[in-house]
């Protein structure tokens, strides 16, 4: 989710990059960059271990990926030779790749693959397919040719759509839950939901940004007076958790590798945005030498983070944007800034205690909160989409690619009788879309003779 700041919210900056506050104030503004986006870095394993059946590896996995979003922004921030904007930007686990790898845990499981079989899968494929940006970020200018606004918008649109079927379920109490529907189920889903709206709507800028904390915390407390709260998996979380490298094990799938390539060229794409709105809020160039030096170092960081974060077993890491607001709010665009967020993250990471908590989170309040973060998704596809004029041409792209993408995980049956391989590709909405987006973009002639106004 991103939240755009008012135009008259700390127009001159207090700290410009290369500034270096002192410890309170950087403590403050890092805070805030924290409150922001901690639940952007563990609601994807959260929705990824209890989507595929991994509740007991919640509090370790979650550690993995706080201390990898850690490492993360301190690379993005620092700056080491060229891996690194060099800007104070939060690296996290990205929803972009939510469905590529649920897609990719369900073929494991499908075939019989053990809990630990399908991490190794996860963390392999995402550990290989993360070379793709790396070797992007020489030219990611040259994508745009390819990605265009057309193509990049469906992607975006396929990634949010499915995900949302998973935010209702949790609603509901989760997939196979006993008292699935519930009244109790959608009250406190409906508690986050509302929480979430009428904070948002705020006129205060932090609440607003502390939107999704907050609606989870009174979920919590709603779920505590229901009596849905269970702290006795707590007395068994060890202290102090480091994350071993590929401590599953690694496997390679073809199946699950092809949908993760597309979306790490869409993630460069995202990231190029992200860097630039960075850039101007950061009253930084957004033309010229540096300019460039910074996106193609801000997204070679993408990529070697995201390999980073495989082999510590987390998944894959991209710039998150609304940091971007936490920069216009506090008025503080110091890089230095990032060493603080990378601490504090590094050291919630140490203490598997926190991902214990977050564990005991009842579906229906994570449901809550992620319905609006999933559409939020959605919502930024078609706005990409609506920036583009769209003509004949790009209506029959946009229809045509949707409509496979949602079609096959509406009647997956249809499938059924491809080769495995095959079968194991197409299944994602995400992977069918874009293939089609791409080939009908590069194939199907422009059409000049008229242009589809959009409202």
Same mark, same amino acid.
Not at 131 to 149: A, G, W
């Given at each position: 989710m991103s939240d755009i700041p008012d135009k008259h919210v700390n127009a001159e900056l207090i700290y410009h990059l290369d500034d270096k506050p002192s410890f309170w104030p950087a403590s403050f503004a890092a805070l805030q960059h924290v409150l922001a986006s901690i639940v952007g870095v563990v609601t994807p394993t959260l929705i990824v271990?209890?989507?595929?059946?991994?509740?007991?590896?919640?509090?370790?996995?979650?550690?993995?990926?706080l201390i990898a979003s850690g490492i993360g922004t301190f690379i993005q921030s620092k700056k080491i030779g060229p891996i690194g904007a060099g800007m104070l930007c939060l690296q996290g686990t990205s929803f972009a790749f939510l469905t590529a790898i649920l897609s990719a845990g369900m073929i494991v499981k499908a075939r019989g693959g053990s809990p630990e079989e399908i991490l190794s899968t996860i963390f392999g494929?995402?550990?290989?397919?993360?070379?793709?940006?790396?070797?992007?970020?020489?030219?990611?200018?040259?994508?745009?040719? !390819?990605?265009?606004?057309?193509?990049?918008g469906t992607i975006i649109v396929l990634i949010g759509i499915p995900l949302i079927k998973v935010a209702v379920t949790d609603i509901g109490g989760g997939f196979g839950a006993e008292n699935f529907g519930s009244l109790q189920n959608l009250l406190l889903g409906g508690i986050v939901l509302v929480s979430v709206i009428i904070l948002n709507r705020s006129k205060n800028p932090v609440l607003?940004?502390?939107?999704?904390?907050?609606?989870?915390?009174?979920?919590m407390l709603a779920a505590f007076f229901m009596g849905r709260l269970d702290f006795s998996s707590l007395s068994h979380v060890g202290i102090i958790s480091v994350p071993i490298p590929f401590k599953y094990g690694f496997n390679f799938d073809m199946a699950a590798f092809i949908p993760l390539v597309i979306l790490f060229c869409v993630s460069a794409l995202e990231t190029t945005g992200d860097l630039t709105a960075n850039s101007t809020i950061s009253k930084e160039p957004v033309t010229g030498p540096v300019y460039l030096n910074r996106i193609r170092g801000g997204v070679l960081a993408d990529g070697v983070n995201s390999i980073l974060a495989a082999t510590l077993n987390s998944m894959p890491s991209t710039t998150f944007s609304q940091n971007n607001g936490v920069i216009a709010l506090t008025g503080v665009a110091s890089r230095y800034v990032g060493m603080y967020i990378a601490a504090i993250l590094v050291l919630m990471g140490l203490f598997p205690i926190f991902g214990a908590v977050l564990q005991t989170m009842p579906k229906p309040v994570l449901g809550g909160a992620t319905l609006v973060m999933f559409g939020t998704v959605a919502v930024a596809g078609i706005r990409v989409l609506a920036s583009a004029k769209l003509d004949r041409r790009d209506m029959m792209i946009i229809s045509i690619s949707i409509g496979m993408g949602i079609g096959v995980s509406m009647v997956p049956d249809i499938l059924s009788q491809l080769p495995e391989l095959m079968r194991n590709i197409f299944i994602s909405p995400v992977?069918?879309?874009? !293939?089609?987006?791409?080939?009908?973009?590069?194939?199907?002639? *422009?059409?000049?003779?008229?242009?589809?106004?959009? *409202?």
């Open positions: 271990a209890g989507t595929l059946g991994l509740g007991e590896y919640i509090p370790y996995l979650i550690s993995c990926a494929v995402s550990f290989c397919a993360a070379f793709v940006e790396v070797f992007l970020s020489r030219f990611v200018h040259k994508l745009q040719r !390819i990605f265009t606004p057309v193509v990049t607003r940004l502390s939107s999704i904390v907050i609606a989870l915390t009174l979920g992977a069918i879309g874009a !293939i089609t987006a791409i080939l009908l973009s590069l194939f199907l002639p *422009e059409d000049h003779s008229a242009t589809v106004e959009v *409202e």
